[in-house]
């Protein structure tokens, strides 16, 4: 029985109000001496309500805002991509940005040209596009194709050395050079520019009429060409640029040319051409 005794616990004996008083008076003095180097405060000096310490205080600002830290750090790496990004892209030109030609696929226009594809617009309607109203972009066109020149206004808009070219196909006029007088995509004579003139005189003083055919057929086709080369480097110069947008083309009648007279070589570069020069010495005359 006194072994059960001695096992069997004894339940504590309820505390006291004095010593109740003296438990709560150890706790803060324990407080006190956990934190030291702050001055001791009292209940009565807050409203009665416990200031907490500075260093939990600020453990609880840190867990309540950890989402503001997160959002400055996100921005800062998303300012420092877009700097990078717009270095290499702009080839070293802007951190910002600030091209002077933007890619296209950096352009509104550019997108928005193709998701609808390209416009068909008669030269009626592409001379509205001449940079005169300022709110609609510019366009010109060769060899039937329309490309947006707006990114190059003070050149191609009114008072520029180039708006000859703004809102119509002047084909003719990029192989003659003759700007004013050829604002058209009639090709058809160009060709004579680089003909020699004939002169009967030294002609038939040095060649047959089956080797003057014969030659001329040559020049012809060697002055074809010339043509094709002159009209074909404008065409890839609009074609592959990074500066100028492809629209769409010019949209005419089928027989459109046969409505239309053939043009007269203008004069400055009818001015180039020369008679025909003898063949070498020693050719035997007829």
């Not at 005794?5 to 004095?18: G, I, Y």
């Not at 074809?224 to 083309?249: A, E, I, Q």
């Not at 051409?273 to 020693?282: L, M, N």
């Amino acid at each position: 029985m006194a072994d059960t005794d001695t096992v069997r616990r004894r339940k504590p004996e309820p505390k006291t109000a004095s010593q109740e008083t003296a438990s709560a008076s150890e706790d803060s003095e324990v407080e006190e001496i956990i934190r030291p180097g702050f001055p001791p405060h009292s209940d009565s000096q807050n409203g009665g309500k416990k200031k907490k310490a500075p260093k939990r205080q600020i453990e609880d600002e840190d867990e309540s805002n950890p989402w503001l830290l997160d959002i400055l750090r996100v921005i800062s790496f998303l300012f420092l991509a877009s700097c990078g990004l717009s270095y290499l892209i702009s080839n070293g030109e802007s951190f910002f940005w600030g091209m002077s030609h933007p890619p296209n696929y950096l352009q509104l226009e550019w997108w928005k040209s193709q998701l609808r594809g390209p416009i068909y617009l008669t030269p009626t309607e592409l001379a509205a596009f001449d940079g005169t109203d300022p709110s609609k972009p510019i366009y010109l066109a060769i060899n039937h194709t329309i490309y947006d020149v707006s990114a190059n206004r003070r050149t191609y808009g009114p008072g520029g050395s180039y708006n000859v070219f703004a809102g119509v196909d002047a084909s003719r006029a990029y192989v003659t050079g003759c700007f004013a007088e050829d604002r058209t995509p009639d090709m058809r004579g160009v060709e004579e520019m680089y003909l020699p003139l004939d002169d009967p005189a030294v002609d038939n003083k040095y060649w047959s009429p089956e080797e003057l055919k014969d030659l001329k057929r040559k020049e012809m086709e060697e002055a074809l060409k010339k043509v094709n080369d002159g009209l074909k480097h404008w065409v890839n110069f609009f074609g592959k640029s990074k500066k100028y947008r492809f629209v769409g083309y010019v949209k005419r009648d089928k027989d459109w040319l046969k409505k239309e007279p053939v043009p007269k070589l203008c004069e400055a570069a009818g001015r180039g051409r020369t008679p025909r020069s003898p063949p070498e010495e020693g050719k035997k005359e007829h």
